[in-house]
């Protein structure tokens, strides 16, 4: 999972996770209806702010807002760079 890309300060590049294509029951989503996945592994991170380092480290699990982050597409994959105080969790 290497990728080219290096935040800056407090900020982690995200990878999200694909969005559900169907319900348990198996009725298969349409695209207009899918959520935007609140949930993702961590990609690359920035080396923090003097007065406060990252807690987060790459190939943990986290979970972030809905409306976190800002996309990014690079090499054919999906991806989001947001601050690290914008991650609700590491699961």
Do not use: H
Request: glycine share 10%; charged share 25%; no cysteine.
């Amino acid at each position: 999972m290497s990728v080219n890309i290096k935040p800056l300060a407090d900020r982690v590049l995200i990878e999200p996770v694909q969005a559900e294509q169907q319900t348990a029951s198996g009725i298969i989503i349409p695209d207009t209806a899918k959520e935007k996945p609140q949930k993702g592994t961590v990609v690359a991170v920035g080396p923090g702010k003097t007065d406060e380092p990252v807690t987060v480290k790459v190939g943990d699990s986290v979970l972030y807002g809905k409306y976190a982050g800002t996309e990014l597409a690079f090499g054919g994959k999906d991806y989001l760079i947001m601050r690290e105080s914008d991650i609700l969790a590491i699961i």
